[in-house]
């Protein structure tokens, strides 16, 4: 059993460069390449040899081997374009990519028609996310198929988390495929496009213990934006049997503390005014790298909650980063997606209680609302603890608003165990709430025990359900808004009316107002200024559905000035009552 386990862990999680070759057939086989499938003589002799047909895996990003020269690396001003499927981090990924290939001499573009290289940013979560890919490439292989008629080359490429699953299928089957590269090869991503550009098929899937992009700055997609998502962490060790994740992005590895920091200065100079920490299980962070004032041994779960592996010791823990961040850029919102449960020690609620930049907004993913449901799930909760952990919060955290993640339909559900979760969703009330039917995943933990036994059109009708329950609660609590003061940050133009802006407010809600001036600072006299995108609004609201709020705006304000404003009104209030 210790054999099997090492030839696992080695197979899915040694460092690429600790491996001299990975060739065809998915072995791993130091210092014995397989030389039918190997480079062949001409790619030594000459960096413009004709294709052999054969897939070639680089697999050691540091080394340029002889077959290709250090300027073929570089991109010669060729266009790339970008498409991202799936969560925020493959968005983060994507900026990461275009960080990497702008230092090679890559340019981007916006339509793919001008496109000479053409990058899918993948998702491996549901089968839907895939096949939505596997539709996109067969349009993309007829317009290469139109270029290639014309004498003009087209690259394809399929990054993140579809690539590392499915690797070597993706060429096989969609042979549009030039370029397949996994999480944590995207820096291998110009020689590969460089090994590309012969006519062979390059792959790197591989996946690592330690990288973090942690010296690569992303560039954001769009320039517009006054928000961006900043990487904390990647892989996850949770295991939860219905998730490919680990699979697709490796072991749980922090980034460290200092280059988030620089991020996040980086980003606040760009003009950047709220930011997105993400991470599988940003709570679990440690970065192990940085001596920490607190306690030096592990995390201690609350009752009800368990772990299936060990927990880190020692090093600095999200509670520490979220006060630095707050610290250093306190006119700067902060966010944070996704934890878990499980790891929500009570001191990351006080940090974002004491400080008005840490927005009140968590995700809650709890998944089902059943005990015996979350066992097979291997969430390390029963539903006891987790409407204990949501008391908690709105103890420590008053007027928080909280989002979650469900899945219906899981292996086994029963009408009983999903009436357990339509209750839960009631009971606690969610914002928002992303809802799935259950899609059986490949390597995962249910496809090796369970069975995919539910019938889909009973999955649909649960979903349904879901949506119904969740709207009614989400309609309830938005009307809990009407007639606050909320500070907003002002995103853009409304889609439904010209006339109108968009923005969130610190609960992560859409509040909608109309454009126009307002007073600086609060005061109905002297300066005003018309309102643009980045703009931090005080705002009235006056209106409100299961998806939106609508406000009138009162004043410009930054995220202090208003909650020593609230502050002191909310001071003036209760003595009031008191009297």
């Known amino acids: 059993m210790k054999?099997?386990?090492?030839?696992?862990?080695?197979?899915r999680y040694l460092n690429p460069n600790t491996l001299a070759v990975r060739w065809k057939h998915d072995k791993v086989t130091p210092n014995k390449p397989d030389l039918q499938s190997g480079p062949g003589l001409q790619d030594f002799i000459s960096a413009s040899a004709s294709s052999t047909g054969h897939v070639h895996q680089v697999q050691h990003p540091r080394d340029i081997p002889p077959y290709l020269s250090r300027e073929s690396l570089l991109g010669q001003r060729r266009k790339v374009f970008f498409e991202v499927y799936g969560c925020q981090m493959n968005t983060n990924d994507t900026e990461i990519v275009w960080s990497i290939l702008k230092g090679h001499e890559y340019q981007r573009t916006g339509s793919i028609k001008d496109a000479d290289v053409v990058l899918l940013m993948t998702c491996a979560i549901r089968d839907g996310a895939e096949s939505t890919v596997w539709n996109r490439l067969k349009h993309v292989r007829l317009m290469k198929e139109r270029r290639e008629s014309e004498g003009r080359a087209l690259q394809v490429g399929v990054l993140g988390c579809m690539a590392e699953r499915l690797k070597r299928q993706l060429v096989e089957k969609e042979g549009?495929?030039?370029?397949?590269?996994?999480?944590?090869?995207?820096?291998?991503?110009p020689r590969l496009l460089a090994v590309g550009q012969k006519g062979q098929k390059a792959i790197n899937?591989?996946?690592?213990?330690?990288?973090?992009?942690?010296?690569?700055?992303?560039?954001?997609?769009?320039?517009?934006s006054r928000t961006a998502y900043v990487s904390i962490m990647r892989g996850c060790d949770?295991?939860?049997?219905y998730c490919i994740v680990p699979f697709t992005r490796g072991k749980e590895r922090s980034r460290p503390v200092a280059s988030i920091r620089d991020e996040a200065l980086h980003l606040e100079a760009k003009g950047i005014k709220e930011i997105t920490l993400l991470g599988q299980n940003v709570n679990s962070y440690r970065d192990l790298s940085t001596e920490s004032d607190g306690e030096k041994q592990a995390s201690v779960l609350a009752p009800g909650f368990k772990t299936v592996y060990k927990t880190k010791v020692g090093g600095?823990?999200?509670?520490?980063?979220?006060?630095?961040l707050a610290e250093i850029v306190p006119e700067m919102r902060i966010r944070f997606t996704s934890p878990h449960p499980k790891d929500f020690p009570r001191e990351v609620l006080e940090t974002i209680a004491r400080y008005p930049n840490i927005c009140k907004s968590l995700h809650l993913p709890a998944q089902s609302g059943s005990s015996t449901v979350l066992e097979r799930m291997r969430r390390g909760y029963t539903r006891e603890a987790y409407l204990n952990l949501v008391d908690e919060v709105r103890t420590i955290v008053p007027n928080v608003t909280l989002s979650s993640d469900f899945i219906c339909g899981f292996c086994g559900e029963t009408d009983a165990e999903f009436a357990e979760t339509l209750s839960l969703i009631e009971q606690v009330g969610y914002h928002t709430a992303f809802l799935f039917a259950y899609s059986m995943r490949e390597k995962t933990t249910a496809h090796r025990r369970f069975t995919d036994d539910v019938p889909n059109p009973i999955k649909q009708q649960r979903l349904r359900d879901m949506i119904k329950?969740?709207?009614?609660?989400?309609?309830?609590?938005?009307?809990?808004?009407?007639?606050?003061?909320?500070?907003?940050l002002v995103e853009g133009a409304s889609k439904r009316s010209p006339n109108d802006l968009a923005g969130?407010?610190?609960?992560n809600v859409k509040v909608i107002i109309?454009?126009?001036d307002v007073p600086i600072g609060g005061e109905d006299v002297g300066e005003r200024k018309t309102i643009v995108s980045g703009d931090y609004v005080a705002v009235r609201i006056v209106e409100s559905n299961s998806q939106i709020l609508k406000a009138v705006p009162l004043y410009l304000s930054g995220i202090r000035e208003f909650a020593d404003r609230n502050g002191a009104k909310e001071l003036a209030e209760s003595h009031s009552r008191q009297q």
Do not use: H, W
């Open 514 to 516: 109309p454009g126009g």
């Open 176 to 189: 549009s495929v030039d370029v397949v590269a996994g999480p944590d090869s995207y820096k291998d991503l």
């Open 3 to 11: 054999c099997a386990a090492f030839r696992f862990l080695s197979r």
């Open 316 to 324: 600095l823990r999200f509670a520490e980063l979220l006060t630095e």
């Open 469 to 488: 329950v969740f709207r009614a609660g989400a309609e309830r609590l938005n009307a809990q808004f009407v007639g606050r003061e909320e500070l907003i």
């Open 504 to 507: 969130r407010n610190d609960g």
């Open 205 to 224: 899937v591989l996946l690592s213990l330690d990288e973090t992009y942690a010296d690569v700055m992303p560039v954001k997609l769009d320039r517009k």
């Open 238 to 241: 949770n295991m939860c049997s």
